[in-house]
């Protein structure tokens, strides 16, 4: 079964514009990671942030965590149209060692 | 190596014929994975590798599924009796080592359709 959940599952934008997409997750984790997946390639990892993290910043990408609600949200600011692809979060809980990964959002940018 | 690669990128078959999923991970990295992903769904864990520890091979759908890795390096993914619904992207990834924190690094896939 899925562990963590992307929300939504499919956004449309206008280039420029900002794109923001949550994870929402069911155990305690140890850390959550965000992937990019572009039509044809295989996954790209993008940022992990700790448990103990509450935000992350990479470049145009800000990472954001809420143990207490159980979610992550992924914000892209001033998008491109390279932007365009699904996004994944992963978690990993306890002892495990394999990430477990949503169904993922599907973000279209429109340049 | 520059990245995880998979062979073949594509592979038709007929349904009740075996097929071989190659993967070479990226050369240093102990932990290696295989997961399956079907049209518009997330990743689905199918088996994991680390070193020369046994494989938890706690996702495999069924014993039609199995895995190998040979010398901790290259690792195929064997399929026997095909089915259609085994028709998916599969997709292997490797890392450092066994830590959850540690980066995968993905290949980009092996897409298996069975007639």
């Known amino acids: 079964s899925q562990q963590g959940e992307e929300d939504p599952q499919a956004l449309s934008i206008q280039e420029g514009e900002n794109a923001t997409m949550n994870c929402s997750y069911k155990t305690s984790i140890n850390n959550l990671q965000w992937y990019r997946q572009n039509s044809g390639r295989g996954l790209v990892h993008l940022i992990l942030?700790?448990?103990?993290?509450r935000e992350k910043h990479s470049g145009r990408l800000r990472v954001t965590l809420d143990t207490s609600k159980k979610s992550s949200s992924l914000l892209i600011t001033a998008s491109r149209a390279a932007d365009t692809a699904s996004y994944f979060c992963a978690t990993a809980s306890g002892g495990s060692y394999i990430p477990t990964f949503g169904r993922g959002t599907s973000l279209i940018v429109h340049p | 190596g520059a990245g995880v690669s998979q062979s073949p990128s594509n592979k038709v078959t007929e349904k009740g014929k075996d097929v071989e999923l190659r993967c070479d991970p990226i050369s240093g990295h102990t932990a290696l994975y295989w997961y399956r992903q079907s049209l518009g769904q997330g990743l689905e864990f199918l088996i994991y590798f680390q070193g020369n520890s046994a494989p938890d091979k706690s996702g495999l759908p069924s014993d039609r599924f199995s895995a190998e890795r040979t010398g901790g390096s290259v690792s195929t993914l064997t399929i026997q009796r095909t089915q259609q619904e085994d028709s998916a992207v599969y997709l292997c990834?490797?890392?450092?080592?066994?830590?959850?924190?540690?980066?995968?690094?993905f290949g980009p896939g092996t897409r298996l359709t069975v007639l």
């Open positions: 990834a490797s890392s450092l080592s066994r830590s959850s924190y540690n980066e995968q690094f």
């Open positions: 942030i700790r448990s103990n993290e």
